[in-house]
């Protein structure tokens, strides 16, 4: 059901800007971030004007950013608050600390659900969506999980991007459950998530995929 028809989030007294929004949030979630036309999300936001979004975007790409913004600053915050607190944190500790920050938006009523199912879409996606500061800055959350999660993981486990992995399955996980949120209580759902992102993380490659990798990388057909 359409935003405007149902009189969602996107109503009410909110500026022109975050009903835009709003309206992006539920639409992408339901039906996909290229799968909703940017005439969709004005008329579903009850902006009068139809130029209002390329006025506060440009276009889709930075509706896209603004949205991810809204919801990374609160996730990034509690993310470094955990990672503050850490005292020698064990494998199990660094995965929660990964994981509590996105699941708290489960129950956001601001988008929270939304922003994990269009999330993992965007991180499915042939070439997935990553934010560069994760990559580079070392004032960005996730970066500094990254730095202190390395020690744990063997080089063969780096090589193969399990902290991606760690991440994509992560928010994967979350999203399946955003889908039919809100619950009443999350704790189990996430203490199990931890469990197994802790588990993903802590369990070497195996003899199989590193010989499989090292084909691949010799440019030789895999044996049979």
Known sequence: MR??????????????????????????????????????????????NVTALQYHFGDREGLVAALLAKHHAGVDARRHALLD???????????????????????????????????????????????????????NSMYRWRMMVAPHLTEDA????????????????LARRARTAPHTDDRLFTEHLIDLVTALLATPPSPETLRLEAEKQAGRPPAP
């Open 3 to 48: 935003t405007g028809e149902r009189g969602g989030r996107a109503g009410g007294g909110a500026g022109t800007r975050e009903r835009l929004i709003a309206a992006a949030e539920e639409l992408f979630a339901e039906e996909g971030v290229d799968a909703v036309s940017l005439r969709e999300i004005v008329r579903a936001s009850g902006a009068r």
């Open 158 to 173: 780096l090589r193969l991007h399990r902290r991606f992995v760690a991440y994509r399955f992560t928010v994967g996980e």
């Open 85 to 139: 607190a850490a005292r020698d944190p064990s494998l199990r500790d660094l995965a929660a600390i990964l994981v509590r920050p996105l699941a708290a938006k489960l129950a956001d009523t601001d988008g929270g659900p939304a922003y994990l199912r269009i999330q993992a879409e965007l991180m499915n996606r042939a070439r997935p969506w990553i934010d560069p500061a994760a990559l580079d800055d070392p004032s």
